[in-house]
């Protein structure tokens, strides 16, 4: 089934999202139908995480993973690392 969704009236919703065989992980700050679409299709295969990436919501574009890990830049923080990897990992 295809569905159509906008992020903050952007449709290029893979720059504020991505999704991977083992993960979703979604952009905060957008709109919260944007989120409940990625929850209703996917939440029962695999987690969907809210979150950024260096304080930026453009984390479709700024990241690269798969179901073996996720690859950041230098300018995430600490906080946000630790976050993201306790939300995959622990559902993976």
Same mark, same amino acid.
């Given at each position: 089934?295809?569905?159509?969704?906008? $992020?903050? +009236?952007?449709?290029?919703?893979?720059? %504020?999202?991505?999704?991977?065989?083992?993960?979703?992980?979604?952009?905060?700050?957008?709109?919260?139908? %944007?989120?409940?679409? $990625?929850?209703?299709?996917?939440?029962?295969?695999?987690?969907?995480?809210?979150?950024?990436?260096?304080?930026? *919501?453009?984390?479709? *574009?700024?990241?690269?993973? +798969?179901? +073996?890990?996720?690859?950041?830049?230098?300018?995430?923080?600490? &906080?946000?690392?630790? %976050? &993201?990897? %306790?939300?995959? &990992?622990?559902?993976?």
């Amino acid at each position: 089934m295809a569905t159509r969704i906008q $992020f903050e +009236n952007n449709c290029e919703v893979g720059v %504020f999202s991505k999704l991977t065989n083992a993960y979703c992980l979604v952009a905060i700050g957008g709109s919260e139908n %944007f989120y409940s679409t $990625f929850e209703s299709e996917l939440a029962d295969v695999i987690p969907v995480v809210k979150t950024s990436i260096g304080g930026t *919501r453009i984390i479709g *574009r700024l990241c690269v993973g +798969n179901k +073996n890990g996720l690859l950041l830049p230098h300018t995430t923080t600490d &906080q946000g690392t630790l %976050f &993201q990897y %306790f939300n995959v &990992q622990s559902t993976v």
